[in-house]
């Protein structure tokens, strides 16, 4: 007999090979914490408290340089801004949930979650709930224990474990989940042969003209679609 339902496994799959390019991140994160001198079981609580790989790492950094607490702070706000938009974005979805739901789901709203409910089909209220949920506890249970892993293996963890090449293909299993449609791939595809293209540029400039051209070339792709 199958316990979880297809939404809940679907949830499992998608969130798995998402976490992979995150890993680097939890352990690095444990590092972060044994390096900054504070408390290895408060530090750790972060990721449960918080769970937020950006802020928690610019919180502990903050405070292990002896940055005042309303510094500390407001800087870690910044850094999860991003969220606002999240928010506003499934606050329609919410509102059509119940309360517990309201409450609890913003704890495992991360960059990984949000992303999912953008490219799955998620039309029906109850498996929407299902599965926003079911994912963002798998990334979340994750984090949790390759942080704690993190710290208890600090010792011999090497200084540089990967996290560059994490960030590119976390944001790249991303965008390849987002594309559904030929003109999506023609935007990527652009997009990446002009910031190739402009790579030798200083302070990443080619980087904004890729995101302009591929803002261009995507509305033009919307018209036609119209």
Known sequence: MKILSPIVRAAFKDMLPLFLPALPFALLFGVMVVESGVPHLL??????IMFGGSAQMTLITL??????????????????????????????????QPRWFRWLGPYVLIDQVFALTQVRDLSDDTDFRHYYLAAGFTFWF????????????????????????????MFLGLLLMAIKRKSQVVTAVVSAAIALWFAHLDNQVGLIIAVLVSLVVATINEWRRA
């Open 43 to 48: 530090g750790w609580s972060s990721s449960i």
């Open 63 to 96: 405070v292990g340089e002896g940055a005042a607490v309303s510094a500390a702070i407001t800087t870690t706000l910044i850094v999860t801004a991003r969220h606002i938009l999240y928010s506003v974005t499934l606050a329609p979805r919410f509102q059509l």
């Open 142 to 169: 994750m984090w949790a224990v390759f942080t704690g892993l993190g710290i208890i293996l600090a010792p011999i963890i090497p200084a540089s474990i990967g996290i560059e090449i994490a960030i590119t293909l």
